[in-house]
């Protein structure tokens, strides 16, 4: 059968073997534990397991343990009775009892309360739990996947998580790796993003220059694929060319990867002169004073260079008295011997 990957894109050979495991893990009701640093696709890989399952036609509800506050997350999930606490006015339904024949996703799972996961386990064990406040005890029909960014090894060695919970839950581990161990998916996923958000904009697809692939390969991607998308859409909105150049990437990749650049670059074109545009200091992701530093670097530079290193020239030619060139310079770790 063909695998519905929910729109996941990558072909690097680590993707590749976490596809070959879920087409695997899908079809069958155990257990799956999704780990993987922050924006690495946990949540779309879950997606695509439920989709692949015979669940598919039954709910997905996704939980997120670490956004949900402690003393609502039991209530969250399993329910709770009428007069239960202070503000239960209803008996209400808990994310279980409306993932009946579905699949629930316990995202974050590493920020769950001790006392929450033993009634987790009960759960994944005796597929049984209670409302809170309730004495009867419920059926469910669900499927439990999890995941988490933390390392719950380290989390049960440091009694934060229940060791019975874990090796529970990690009967199937389902790794992600991180973005800049994709090889050349980031283009793959940079040019899909692109082309999404170019289409919703209704503009003519950018590309990349081969410098500018050079860079976004080179870089280390710490927000993993979240942060390549958000970084795309950016693009599809402020790039003011075609073929996306060094001078169209964010200050972050250029530095990372040691390139220097003219702060203006269109203002040093034949065409002439223009004053910066806040689009500038947007594309680049400077705040003012940042843009403005960077720019007085430029003009110091320039005329140093133009004076042969003589100061007194350079702060004429800069307009500026010598002593207030050397305070600059100085600020800046320029000023030399
Ligand atoms: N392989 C991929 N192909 C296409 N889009 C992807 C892929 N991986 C992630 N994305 C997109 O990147 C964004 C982040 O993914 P997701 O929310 O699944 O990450 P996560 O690991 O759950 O992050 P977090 O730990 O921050 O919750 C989403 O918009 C998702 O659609
Ligand atoms: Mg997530």
């Known amino acids: 059968m063909e695998l519905n990957l929910s729109g996941m894109v990558g072909q690097s050979p680590c993707l590749d073997e976490v596809f070959r495991v879920l087409g695997k893990v899908a079809p069958t009701d155990s257990t799956v534990l999704v780990t993987g640093e922050s924006g690495t696709g946990k949540e779309l890989l879950v997606r695509a397991l439920h989709a692949n399952s015979r669940r598919a036609g039954k709910p997905f509800v996704p939980v997120n343990c670490g956004a949900i506050p402690r003393e609502l997350l039991e209530s969250e ?53 209670e409302r809170v406040g309730g004495g009867k005890t419920l059926k469910a029909d669900v499927r439990i996947v999890a995941a988490t960014n933390r390392d719950l090894e380290t989390e049960v060695q440091a009694g934060r ?55 976004v390969l080179s870089y280390p991607w710490p927000g993993n694929v979240r942060e390549l998308e958000n970084f795309m859409e950016r693009l599809s909105i402020l790039c003011e060319h075609e073929v996306i150049g060094p001078v169209d990437l964010p200050r972050k990749i250029l530095d990372t990867a040691g390139v220097s650049l003219p702060v203006a670059p269109s203002a040093c074109a034949t065409a002439g002169f223009r004053w910066p545009r806040l689009s500038d200091l947007t594309e680049r992701a400077m705040g003012l004073k940042e843009f403005l530093d960077a720019m007085e670097e430029k003009l110091l530079v320039e005329a140093l260079e133009r004076a042969g290193g003589v100061k007194n020239q350079a702060a004429e030619l800069l307009g500026i008295k010598r002593t207030t060139l050397i305070e600059k310079l100085k600020k800046r770790n320029m000023a030399g011997e």
Do not use: W
């Open 77 to 129: 999930l399993f329910g709770h009775e009428k007069g239960a606490f202070t503000s239960a006015i209803r008996t209400r339904q808990g994310r279980f009892e409306l993932a009946e024949g579905g699949t629930i996703f316990l995202d974050e799972i590493g920020e769950m309360d001790l006392s929450l996961q033993v009634k987790i386990l009960r759960a994944l064990q005796e597929k049984e739990f």
């Open 161 to 215: 998580f229940r060791e019975d919970l874990y090796y529970r839950l990690n009967v199937i581990p389902l790794h992600l790796p991180p973005l800049r161990e994709r090889g050349d998916d980031v283009l793959l996923l940079a040019e899909h993003f692109l082309r999404r958000f170019c289409r919703q904009k209704g503009r003519t697809p950018l590309t990349f220059s081969s410098e500018a692939q050079r860079l």
